[in-house]
Each structure stands twice: as C-alpha cells, then as structure tokens.
Nanobody, 127 residues
Framework: VQLQAFWGGLVQAGESLRLSCVASGGTFNNYFMAWFRQTSGQSREFVAGISWNGVGTAHADSVKGRFAISRDNAKNTLWLQMNNLQPEDTAVYYC?????????????????????WGQGTLVTVSS
C-alpha cells in the first residue's frame, strides 16, 4: 500500500485548504491514520488523527477549532480540512497509517506508531 498526499499550496493567512491522502495498492480501512507536519530543522509533529472507523479523532492543541480530520473508507481517502490558516502552519504535511489493526477509538500521537507514510505536501501560509 502507498499513501499519497495532495492539495497543499500557497495561501494567505485566514484562508483554507483541504488536504487529501489517497491509498493505492491496497486499503487502509482497518487502521488508525493521522496527519503530521514538519518544518525545516524540526521534528515531525502530530497534527490530527482518526480511528479506523472514524469514530475517534484527536487534534493538536495548536490546530483545535481550525483543522478537522475525516476519512471515507469506501474511497480510501483521508482528509484534513484546514481553516483560518496562519503563517505558523507553514510546513510539509504528511499522512500516515498504522500498520496493525487495533480496536478502540483512542488516537495515538506517537509518530513511531505509524509505519506507513505518504510523501508529504507543502503548505505555505503568507502573512
């Protein structure tokens, strides 16, 4: 299975973007998924995550109320709706999937939990 993230871009502060992550060569229906982001010289940080069935979600404090993660397992697609973007949101955004099924709805923010990663899409927010 491969993950591909799409629809990053350059926007002005206050605008919105919706990132997509599509799985090819298989399915991610059974796994927790997440978005992480990384800026130059920084470690990759958790942004948002979602349980395998979409029931459980978690968002980093820095994006709560502005970003929303969602998924459609029938379409093998994960989204990150990003509203009211700010310059500090500028980063490369990565989608990631856990690779072992687990039950429950508690999202992990630990990047080591996620064994499959997409290639990243750049989001640049100008002030």
């Amino acid at each position: 299975v491969q993950l591909q993230a799409f629809w990053g871009g350059l926007v002005q502060a206050g605008e919105s973007l919706r990132l997509s992550c599509v799985a090819s060569g298989g399915t991610f229906n059974n796994y927790f998924m997440a978005w992480f982001r990384q800026t130059s010289g920084q470690s990759r940080e958790f942004v948002a995550g979602i349980s395998w069935n979409g029931v459980g979600t978690a968002h980093a404090d820095s994006v709560k109320g502005r970003f929303a993660i969602s998924r459609d397992n029938a379409k093998n697609t994960l989204w990150l709706q990003m509203n009211n973007l700010q310059p500090e949101d500028t980063a490369v955004y990565y989608c990631a999937s856990e690779t072992q099924w687990r039950g429950g709805v508690i999202v992990s923010i630990d990047r080591s939990r996620y064994g499959l990663w997409g290639q990243g899409t750049l989001v640049t927010v100008s002030s």
